[in-house]
């Protein structure tokens, strides 16, 4: 999809109508955006563990902590009629080289790993699913980096 004077900051959320029609792209149009992409980097390495776990409620549209006092959210003005639960994780990597990557990740980079239900279970029980399944397990894993602080978000893991 195209869209003119889109935003130059990653991620690039682009929104339809359930009247929009998208079709196929044209070869000529895919090679002048062959060199975009939603990532700024990649990792590859063992899983040392997850932690710091942190749950919290977010608006359904932009994904954005909001609390129970928010009418409004704070990010993409969403009236809150209602709040979905989510969570936030560290990822501890190893690249094989004695040093650590500390990662951010957010729920959405682990959703085609696990299914958990809702309501989410404990932050104990969210980070025992997370570590037994992947604790030394060999992955890549991709990142976006916030323009803001400059740290790496998890954009997906990907289990070799």
């Known amino acids: 999809m195209r869209v003119e004077k889109y935003p130059s900051e990653k991620p690039h959320q682009i929104s339809t109508t359930m009247a929009t029609k ?14 975009i992409s939603l990532i700024d980097g990649s990792h590859s390495g063992y899983v040392e563990a997850f932690h710091d776990i942190y749950k919290y409620e ?5 994904k954005c902590k909001v ?4 009418i409004l959210c704070g990010t993409c003005n ?3 009629h209602d709040r979905v639960e989510t969570f936030k994780y560290g990822l501890c990597l190893n690249p094989g080289d004695d040093n650590m990557i500390n990662i951010i ?4 980079s682990v959703q085609s790993i696990f ?10 029980d969210i980070e025992d699913e997370l570590n037994n399944s992947l604790e030394r397990k060999s992955v890549d894993v991709q990142y976006t980096i916030n323009k803001k602080n400059e740290e790496k978000i998890v954009y997906k893991i990907n289990v070799n």
């Open 67 to 70: 609390d129970n006092t928010m």
């Open 105 to 108: 990740g957010f729920r959405p």
């Open 78 to 80: 969403t009236v809150l």
């Open 22 to 35: 998208i079709y196929d792209v044209t070869d000529e149009e895919k090679n002048t955006f062959k060199g």
């Open 115 to 124: 299914a958990f239900p809702n309501p989410l279970p404990s932050i104990e």
């Open 58 to 62: 977010s608006c359904p549209k932009c």
